[in-house]
C-alpha cells in the first residue's frame, strides 16, 4: 500500500514560482514510474515530470527548462520546482506512483496561474 499527500499549490502570478511537495508512505521502492501529473478542467491528465527507478527522467515539453523534479529520500518526499509560471500551466497537480501495475495517486493540489 502506497499513500501520496500532495501540497504546495496556490494562486501565483504569471513568472512566478512554486514548489510542491508529495509526501510518500508505504513500500514504494520498487515503483516503475513515479511522478507528476496535471489535469485542467476538460483536459485528460498528463504527465508533468517523472521518474522511474533506473534514474530516467522525462518532462512534458511545456514545461522544460522551468520545472524541476527532485526527490529527498531521508523525508519520503518529491518535489516539483515550477518557475516561470504560465496561465496554461492552471490545473490540479496529482503525484502519482505505478508499482506492480497499479497506479497510486494522491488527492492534488490547485496550481491557478494568473495573468
Known amino acids: 500500500q502506497v499513500q501520496l499527500v500532495e501540497s504546495g499549490g496556490d494562486l501565483v502570478q504569471a513568472g512566478g514560482s512554486l514548489r510542491l511537495s508529495c509526501a510518500a508512505s508505504?513500500?514504494?521502492?520498487?515503483?516503475?514510474?513515479m511522478g507528476w501529473y496535471r489535469q485542467a478542467p476538460g483536459k485528460q491528465r498528463e504527465l508533468v515530470a517523472g521518474?522511474?527507478?533506473?534514474?530516467?527522467?522525462n518532462y512534458a515539453d511545456s514545461v522544460k527548462g522551468r520545472f524541476t523534479i527532485s526527490r529527498d529520500n531521508a523525508k519520503n518526499t518529491v518535489y516539483l520546482q515550477m518557475n516561470s509560471l504560465k496561465p496554461e500551466d492552471t490545473g490540479r497537480y496529482y503525484c502519482?506512483?505505478?508499482?506492480?501495475?497499479?497506479?497510486?495517486w494522491g488527492q492534488g493540489t490547485q496550481v491557478t496561474v494568473s495573468s
Open positions: 521518474f522511474t527507478s533506473g534514474g530516467s527522467i
Open positions: 502519482g506512483l505505478e508499482q506492480f501495475s497499479r497506479f497510486y
Open positions: 508505504g513500500s514504494f521502492f520498487n515503483f516503475y514510474i
